[in-house]
């Protein structure tokens, strides 16, 4: 029999063990006890589950709900019947007639923190177990003294589904017959001390709620996708590379419709094929995953496992990476595992201690953001943000993740003060637990899915950090070049009568060019916070303005490294970015937007068209100067080299608006240099100024330590590509 104090922990949901109360018990003479709790109900019968016939009338012992009863010792499986008061009734499956959800290798593997994918078997997975349909649901929340689920199948109260704990990983589990697809629930949790926490999200949810609603929906799990040896090949660092960087709330909208977002399968029939003509090789996504805050761009997510419901379901954003692949597009993700929000329904606190974040706010506090900071101490934190990337690359099949905010894990003093950071073990300041969690991450990666990759964002001199783990690495495949981008920028922004005295500002970045392999980013980070557009950054008048685009934009893809651009940028965007706005697509009424959105086509074009562009970005071999020290004229020159001979191209800037004639360039071979691009064209909105017949052959004239030259009238403000024919 319950006993009374038994009956109060049910009732008031503070039992730690509910399955060793509730349910079939045998006593010590074999005999089977059946108990139950139904809040509101006035009768319990037990009945076979096969027939319907009944089993046993159970006793009430409290007018809350509480029942028991003798099943006997020869019952099968059963169910439930309550009767209300109203007289209605409704038969139901026990949850706690089924076993443990976890097996024991699961919970080995999630107590070592070495399980690759917790996300198939924590949070809410569709299953049948012993012939019954249901789902189960599995959390962290080792410090809790009770968890509930709770959801639109118990009316959000959380003394009806009160879970198991499995001591030896710190998870709560539980199966619910009946649960199907689109079920929404939460997770109730009492800390130790007996306060209930606001009802939590689940951390591994497949789905959630369109904010402002924050509950968890249970989801199927996306299909595994196989591998491709093509795609492989086209995430390789001798391929050619060029990014169309995306924030999809604001790439185009719907203004007829209330300005709403484009879904999933309206953003496949219309970005899709608009960066497939436009030449890029990949998107690169802003994070899709679930977040509270608009304006937070996908930074701050609580729902690292949700694609984000603003666009519309898993499914959804699935058939949108098909339809990308299908048309040669790779796609690449912002992931965020530096740091998280504070919002109440999320991870901070989670169960009532500081389970995902440091608890000491030097360690565990972002002050530029106002968020948490992953406690990557612990392994299970870990478990949980590597086995996120995976479940990206394999479930969604998506080609890659950009990681967000690298800086800031990498070192315990960023953007700190002295004396609010704790320096490591060895008195440093770098943050060895990162550090050790991006070298696993990518380890993982480059084991589990050889065909994705890795990019840093990472803004500081730490080193190798595209280089692999075992050669002392941190294992990505590529690093944003975030010097190269913020001097080039100032260079361009700078009147070009006194460019000369600031010249190197555009070829140092050659200097470090192969230390690392770098992409060139012209990310959403530079037109922002006042920052303007690119086209807004540029100096002199309007023409001006557009050619000065139009020739940065050449020298970036004459640049070793590979290519990413913001939306907007490919066609001179004015206005700074908005996110709650679409991009001005009026503008391409616009002669000059017009055009520089075709040279951003044509450089693509011929970028991927041309292995002496993207062969060779990551070593010496695939560069050479020409000449770099002409400040004077703000000429810059030099050569790109694929593998094999005769893949030549030369490219040279002129960065002031004086036409230059008659001006001779050194060449490394003898031959035809016809020109493939010329970003002053008349068909770009330029002056069409150029190289006679378009081409130029080279003369036994000594130049520039060359035994050969030719002569070239540069176009003003404008890079021109030619490319060596013998």
Excluded at 139 to 154: I, K, T
Aim: proline fraction near 6%.
């Amino acid at each position: 029999m319950l006993t009374p104090a038994e009956i109060e922990d049910i009732r008031h949901a503070r039992h730690g063990d509910p399955f060793s109360v509730l349910g079939a018990h045998a006593d010590a003479s074999g005999q089977r006890w059946l108990r139950c709790f139904q809040p509101g109900a006035r009768a319990a019968l037990a009945v076979d589950a096969d027939n319907g016939q009944p089993l046993s009338v159970l006793t009430q012992l409290h007018p809350d709900g509480v029942f028991e009863g003798m099943l006997g010792s020869t019952a099968g499986a059963y169910r439930l019947q309550f009767t209300w008061a109203d007289g209605s009734s409704a038969t139901v499956d026990d949850p706690y007639r089924f076993p443990p959800v976890l097996g024991e290798l699961d919970v080995w593997l999630l107590a070592e923190g070495t399980h690759l994918r917790p996300y198939e078997t924590l949070g809410a997975q569709i299953r049948v177990m012993e012939g019954t349909s249901g789902a189960s649901f599995a959390v962290w929340a080792p410090n809790a003294s009770r968890v509930s689920v709770v959801g639109d199948f118990n009316h959000w109260d959380g003394r009806i589904h009160p879970m198991r704990l499995r001591r030896e990983c710190g998870v709560w589990e539980i199966f619910l017959p009946g649960i199907a697809e689109g079920a929404r629930y939460k997770y109730e949790i009492r800390t130790a001390d007996g306060h209930v926490l606001p009802q939590k999200a689940d951390p591994y949810a497949l789905q959630s709620e369109l904010r402002p609603a924050t509950a968890s929906v249970v989801s199927h799990m996306p299909r595994l996708a196989p591998a491709s040896a093509q795609r492989q090949q086209s995430n390789a660092l001798d391929a050619p590379v060029s990014i169309y960087e995306v924030h999809l709330g604001s790439w185009r909208r719907k203004p007829e419709e209330g300005d709403r977002w484009l879904s999933w399968d309206e953003l496949a029939d219309t970005l899709v094929p608009y960066a497939q003509d436009m030449g890029f090789t990949h998107l690169e996504l802003m994070p899709v995953s679930e977040h509270p805050f608009d304006g937070s761009w996908g930074y701050q997510p609580v729902g690292l496992y949700s694609p984000t419901a603003r666009f519309g379901d898993g499914p959804g954003f699935r058939r949108f990476v098909d339809r990308c692949h299908s048309a040669g597009l790779g796609v690449l993700l912002d992931w965020v595992p530096a740091h998280f929000p504070s919002d109440v329904h999320g991870l901070a606190q989670f169960d009532g201690t500081h389970l995902y974040e440091y608890a000491d706010p030097r360690e565990g506090f972002h002050n530029d953001w106002n968020t948490l900071i992953y406690n990557l101490g612990r392994t299970e934190v870990r478990n949980f943000l590597v086995g996120n990337a995976l479940y990206w690359l394999e479930r969604y099949d998506v080609d890659g993740l950009r990681v967000d905010a690298v800086a800031s894990m990498l070192y315990r003093d960023y953007s700190r003060e002295p004396g609010e950071w704790i320096p490591n073990v060895h008195g440093g300041r770098e943050n060895l637990e990162a550090i050790a969690f991006l070298k696993r991450m990518n380890e993982v990666v480059g084991i589990e899915r050889a065909q994705a990759v890795t990019l840093a964002e990472e803004s500081t001199a730490f080193p190798a950090v595209s280089r692999p783990t075992f050669a002392g690495g941190l294992g990505f495949h590529y690093k944003w070049n975030m010097g190269w981008m913020h001097d080039t920028l100032k260079y361009m922004a700078r009147d070009p009568v006194h460019r000369k005295h600031h010249h190197g500002e555009m070829t140092f970045g050659l200097v470090y060019a192969f230390n690392e392999n770098f992409v060139l980013p012209l990310s959403h980070d530079e037109v922002v916070h006042g920052k303007g557009s690119l086209i807004a950054k540029m100096p002199g008048d309007r023409w001006q303005k557009f050619a000065n685009l139009r020739a940065y934009y050449g020298f970036m893809f004459g640049h070793p490294g590979k290519k990413l651009l913001f939306m907007g940028g490919e066609f001179a965007q004015e206005r700074e970015w908005d996110h709650d706005q679409s991009l001005d697509w009026h503008l391409l009424s616009d002669g000059l937007h017009e055009g520089v959105q075709r040279l951003v086509r044509d450089l693509n074009r011929f970028y991927r068209a041309t292995p002496a562009l993207y062969e060779q970005d990551f070593v010496p071999a695939g560069f050479e100067w020409i000449d770099h020290q002409d400040a004077e004229h703000s000429v810059i020159s030099f050569v790109r080299q694929g593998r094999h001979d005769g893949a030549t191209v030369l490219v040279v800037s002129n960065l002031t608006p004086t036409v230059r004639s008659g001006f001779r360039v050194g060449v490394p071979r003898p031959g035809e240099y016809r020109e493939r691009i010329n970003t002053d064209s008349a068909h770009y909105g330029g002056s069409n100024v150029g190289t006679p017949l378009g081409a130029a052959r080279s003369e036994d004239v000594p130049w520039q330590g060359r035994a050969q030259s030719v002569m070239l009238t540069l176009p003003p403000l404008a890079t021109v590509f030619l490319e060596w024919g013998a």
